[in-house]
């Protein structure tokens, strides 16, 4: 699986994030000088004799240009060597700890990611041998520990985190896992490449659920992996092409539609999410706020210096779990729904909802805490709802 299918270099000599996210992948049609490239639809490829292929094109799941090109968008914006494109975000992350990991060996997880992360290892791969434990990622000094007392093959952090917005220093958390010979990996879903690039900061490995800011419209399911080591990568395309998990065409179209508007996006969420916490902040009803931008969260600092902006998510804790129920039924502008990142806006009760699988573990959301994704509408409208909603509670 060394050749990998490859496309034309653009012309175009693009640095800032903008101009890659525009134009990295982006060739114009060579027929008909089209500027947005044609979806590939095609399972299969002529080839020029046997074993002739024309630019490493085979087999729909060994390789389709229109994925090809996402993937190559997905390197540029992230600042990493190799990138790949899967069906799901879940599927990205069983490749990648497949990739990585045997029988025996154990992750280092935070206490505060998606419920599916910790249910594909404790369930779905644990019964393989794989091994997790669950620490407050965010101290550092945890970690260092963690790592002393019994080594670990994966260190695996959300930063943001989800959905209690918590703050890792990368930079750090790479400096200790390096030293203890693991391999470190980010998920950059809640921040987006827009945001924030792990891998410049010392990152090994970036996941991302490309389904929510990459994809930004909620109309795609999509993961992703931006890895640095080559022997890794390999490794991982082996599984991508032997598994078979892979995006499909229009989708991956999709997701490379949404990644050309992601910085001017990534802008107007923040701008949003930022006067929403605010808004909450200095409300009776609410108890506590949980967002990277203000000034007393915990992780502000860090946050502040790893990321250009504080992103679209914030949280907020109200007096009890069935207060939080009447709050996310009250809305009507933030939508109830899974999921994040899109343009409109939703909240989620993560104990019921997102998080329902990590019930009862170190991973348990309290129940007063209620998810909000923040999207790009009139922030008057969004906080005019938020302040109806809390007033009929």
């Not at 630019?55 to 389709?64: I, K, T």
């Not at 991302?208 to 109309?219: C, E, N, P, Q, R």
């Amino acid at each position: 699986m060394s050749d990998e299918p490859t496309l034309p270099t653009s012309r175009v000599r693009a640095r800032g994030f903008e101009s890659l996210a525009v134009h990295s992948g982006q060739i114009a049609d060579p027929t008909t000088g089209a500027v947005i490239p044609p979806v590939h639809f095609s399972t299969t490829y002529v080839q020029d004799g046997i074993g002739g292929l024309r630019h490493g094109f085979e087999y729909g799941r060994s390789g389709n240009p229109t994925r090809t090109a996402l993937e190559r968008q997905l390197a540029a914006i992230e600042g990493g060597t190799h990138a790949y494109s899967f069906a799901s975000g879940l599927a990205a992350e069983d490749a990648l700890l497949r990739a990585a990991l045997e029988p025996g060996d154990e992750v280092l997880l935070g206490n505060d990611v998606y419920g599916g992360t910790y249910r594909l290892i404790s369930r779905v791969l644990g019964p393989w041998g794989v091994k997790v434990r669950v620490i407050d990622m965010h101290d550092l000094d945890v970690v260092q520990a963690s790592l002393a007392e019994r080594p670990a093959k994966i260190v695996w952090v959300e930063t943001p985190s989800n959905p209690l917005l918590k703050i890792t220093d990368i930079a750090g958390l790479a400096r200790l896992g390096h030293e203890a010979g693991a391999l470190v990996v980010v998920d950059n879903t809640f921040a987006s490449p827009a945001l924030q690039q792990p891998i410049g900061l010392g990152a090994d490995v970036v996941v991302h659920s490309a389904t929510k800011y990459l994809g930004g419209h909620s109309d795609v399911v999509g993961g992703a992996l931006v890895i640095e080591d080559d022997e890794l990568a390999e490794k991982v395309k082996f599984l991508q092409f032997a598994v078979g998990g892979v995006s499909g065409p229009l989708d991956a179209w999709l997701t490379t539609r949404g990644i050309k508007t992601l910085a001017i996006r990534m802008q107007r969420h923040s701008e949003n999410a930022s006067a929403v916490a605010s808004f909450l902040s200095a409300h009776d009803r609410v108890a506590k706020v949980y967002y990277p931008g203000l000034a007393d969260h915990p992780g502000h600092d860090v946050a502040a210096r790893q990321m250009s902006a504080f992103g679209g998510i914030v949280s907020l804790a109200l007096a009890d779990g069935p207060t939080a129920r009447r709050f996310v039924e009250s809305t009507s502008m933030f939508q109830l729904a899974e999921s994040l990142g899109g343009v409109e806006s939703l909240v989620n009760y993560p104990d019921e909802m997102t998080h329902k699988s990590v019930r009862g573990t170190d991973l348990a959301v309290p129940e007063e805490v209620v998810r909000l994704s923040v999207g790009i509408e009139s922030v008057d409208d969004l906080i005019a709802d938020l302040e109806h909603a809390l007033a009929s509670l």
